[in-house]
């Protein structure tokens, strides 16, 4: 079982270990050239398209599809075994091997059998087992597991492969990965011709013809079902198509997702043993390839998830590991670390959850940044932030998490600790900051001090109505949001309002687990837009509007009457036409626009804020992809004040290769984090939300429409 307080020291470990972060910068930074360049060559969103749909039809027929799958392949020759739970996988395997008398086994890269332990197993029992798949071959000499799960050794550097092939095979072994593939082979060969019995897992099974299918770029699944005169195929119950057809749609979205390539060197469709009917039509069975073909399916606790609408898109997974390549805490940690203890990153803890159990997972789900990276990159959608965030629910918040949750929800009471708070910061602040604090989630950083100011909207207009949703940051810390949010908006006509019995957007007790305190602190803010019945809801801040978008509908199907209501203040401005006709500056400024990760991966919006700025005289500089975290995330960064750093620094290389000192972002949470830790930078760098740099030109001239 792993506890929090050991995957944090572990966490702490990783982020320290520079080969770890040499050989998690080089596979990201890899994996997104090659998949941004074949990305404008093929139909990706057609490709998700379809691959979401066959995973919605499959995955609700799958006792059906195993049935007709079973019954084709037995025609075909082959032998079906159901296994429900690893023991009865491995006991079956066992079977197997002790009737056929074998002794080396050769296996190609197969995740399921990681779950089933099956090496550890059959090594007890005295078998030989080799890895063929370069990167489990590597992991294996190294006593290691997989940290990815379609690049077992991304972990590793190629320095340190080198260093331990030299080490196993006793000479001198060159850190080039072109030698070192060239050793594989050499290495390998001798145990294909000479295994007993071929074990690989299945990418997916087709039942209509009861075909496996088996993608490899290596070469060595090829060789490890068809050399060795039995093949062992094992197969776990989601990886069920019924067409042929669909099985190919899948199998190009799942290449190119996991590698970037349109199509990996080696497709396999294995339908039963091996065959001839070349001497007067008569079959025989087994010539080159495997006399005997063994078909294990085991389920081990998904088609009980597939009977749960809270968690059967777990089972869309194709297993391509692209998520953890996008995965801003992957890259800083590693599967080893952020993950269950077989599958790696934010979807491993879901499937750790779906093979083992809730309990050992929800733990793990604290080192989500919730910054749906994953989400917007994930080939079949599969929500996997929000299932994690589900996962927590599920287990319920700690004692310290439901009172900070409770403080959230709980308006007077967070409004008086606010108060309390900007009265003794006194004694610690300057010009707007506090001085250092001894708490960990401070470290380098400058905090904002808290701001507390009463803003009413001023002018009464006669022009559509509009609800401004603050938020719990810009509330408390940055008035001169509202400030300008209401400004723009009188000037453009508007008749704004503020209710005072809004409530925080419910987030921070999401991501502690409070669900009961998230239905609460809905019905709230429902009830105030109730009442008030604006025209429109805007929001500065994407989280927020995600939760009044997308969370509340969820938890209270009613207010989903809102949803086409609320708008992003940036998005609002720009998509209904408000900014302005005419350049107002001729000479723009550079300014460095921040990304929120919620702006671009959950309510989409990319053009906007440039559009905006453009129009308002600024110059604004992306950086270059794949853009940042900038590692604030909400509780994320209390919970893991470490990781939180890591991905600051990150974010600090990119803005200190721009040269540029003017900031601008959509999300006070971000702006929080951006003005704390440039803050210890110099006085130079300017950080602004992007209503106030909206307002500051926009009041200036006469816009009143
Ligand atoms: S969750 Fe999606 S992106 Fe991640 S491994 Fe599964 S299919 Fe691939
Ligand atoms: S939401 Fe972000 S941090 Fe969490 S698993 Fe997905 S990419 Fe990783």
Request: proline share 5%.
């Amino acid at each position: 079982m792993f506890s929090r307080s050991k995957q944090k020291k572990k966490a702490r470990k990783a982020l320290k270990d520079s080969n770890l972060q040499k050989a998690l910068e080089r596979a990201s930074s890899h994996h997104f050239e090659k998949f941004d360049k074949t990305k404008k060559q093929i139909p990706w969103d057609e490709y998700k398209e379809k691959a979401i749909a066959i995973r919605e039809d499959c995955i609700k027929r799958l006792p059906e599809l195993i049935q007709r799958f079973s019954d084709e392949a037995k025609k075909a020759g082959a032998n079906i075994y159901q296994a429900s739970t690893p023991t009865e996988a491995l006991t079956l395997i066992e079977k197997i091997l002790n009737d056929k008398k074998a002794k080396l086994i050769v296996k190609s890269k197969s995740m399921v059998s990681e779950e089933i332990r099956l090496n550890s197993f059959l090594e007890k029992k005295g078998y030989k087992v080799v890895e063929t798949d370069l990167g489990e071959w590597i992991v294996q000499l190294a006593k290691e597991r997989p940290s990815h799960m379609t690049a077992p050794a991304l972990h590793k550097t190629k320095e340190e492969v080198a260093e331990l092939l030299s080490r196993h095979l006793q000479k001198n072994v060159p850190s080039d990965p072109k030698e070192i593939a060239k050793l594989a082979r050499e290495e390998l060969k001798k145990f294909f011709i000479e295994a007993d019995i071929g074990i690989s897992g299945a990418n997916l099974a087709v039942a209509e013809s009861g075909t496996l299918v088996i993608v490899s770029n290596e070469g060595n699944a090829r060789l490890v079902t068809s050399l060795p005169p039995i093949h062992i195929a094992i197969i776990t119950t989601e990886k069920f198509v019924e067409t042929l057809e669909q099985a190919t749609t899948l199998i190009k979205t799942l290449i190119f997702a996991s590698s970037g390539n349109k199509l990996t060197a080696y497709v396999s469709f294995i339908t039963g043993p091996s065959r001839t009917t070349d001497i007067e039509k008569e079959l025989v069975i087994g010539v080159h390839g495997p006399q005997e073909v063994h078909i294990i399916i085991l389920d081990n606790g998904r088609l009980e998830i597939s009977r749960d609408k809270n968690l059967d898109k777990i089972l869309y997974c194709l297993k391509c590991g692209g998520c953890m390549l996008v995965c801003p805490v992957f890259q800083a940690l590693g599967g080893h670390v952020y993950g269950g203890p077989v599958y790696s990153g934010g979807i491993g803890i879901l499937l750790t959850a779906m093979t083992r159990s809730i309990k050992e997972s929800a733990h793990l789900v604290d080192f989500c940044a919730d910054c749906k990276k994953c989400e917007e990159f994930c080939p079949v959608g599969i929500p996997t932030g929000e299932l994690l965030l589900y996962l927590k629910s599920k287990k319920g918040p700690k004692l310290w998490e439901k009172t900070l949750s409770n403080l959230f929800r709980n308006k007077s009471l967070s409004e008086t600790g606010a108060r309390l708070i900007s009265i003794l910061q006194k004694f610690w602040q300057k010009d707007g900051y506090l001085k250092k604090l001894p708490f960990s989630w401070a470290k380098g950083k400058s905090l904002p001090a808290f701001n507390i100011k009463k803003t009413k909207p001023t002018e009464e207009n006669k022009g559509a109505k509009i609800f401004f949703f603050e938020g719990c940051l810009a509330k408390f810390f940055f008035p001169e949001i509202r400030e300008s949010v209401f400004s723009s908006l009188s000037h453009l006509g508007f008749d704004v309002v503020y209710p005072s019995d809004q409530v925080c957007c419910g987030a921070p007790s999401l991501h502690l687990g409070h669900k009961k305190d998230v239905q609460k602190i809905a019905l709230k803010n429902i009830k105030s837009f109730e009442r008030e019945d604006p025209d429109f809801i805007l929001t500065i801040c994407p989280t927020g509007n995600s939760m009044l978008k997308k969370t509340y509908p969820n938890l209270v199907p009613e207010s989903s009457c809102w949803s086409e209501r609320i708008f992003d203040f940036t998005e609002f401005i720009v998509k209904k036409g408000y900014l302005p006709k005419t350049e107002i500056s001729t000479k723009k400024k550079d300014i460095f626009y921040h990304y929120p990760c919620h702006y671009l991966n959950d309510l989409k919006l990319r053009e906007e804020p440039k559009k905006l700025l453009s129009a308002v005289g600024f110059n604004p500089k992306e950086e270059d992809e794949p853009f940042t975290c900038c590692g604030f995330c909400g509780v994320f960064s209390l919970k893991n004040p470490e990781v939180s750093a890591h991905l600051w620094k990150k974010k600090s290389q990119k803005i200190s290769k721009s040269n540029l000192s003017l900031f601008a972002t959509d999300c006070p949470g971000c702006l929080f984090q951006l003005r704390a830790n440039l803050k210890n930078e110099g006085d130079s760098f300017k950080v602004f939300h992007t209503a106030e740099l909206f307002a500051k030109k926009v009041t200036q001239i006469n816009f009143k429409t």
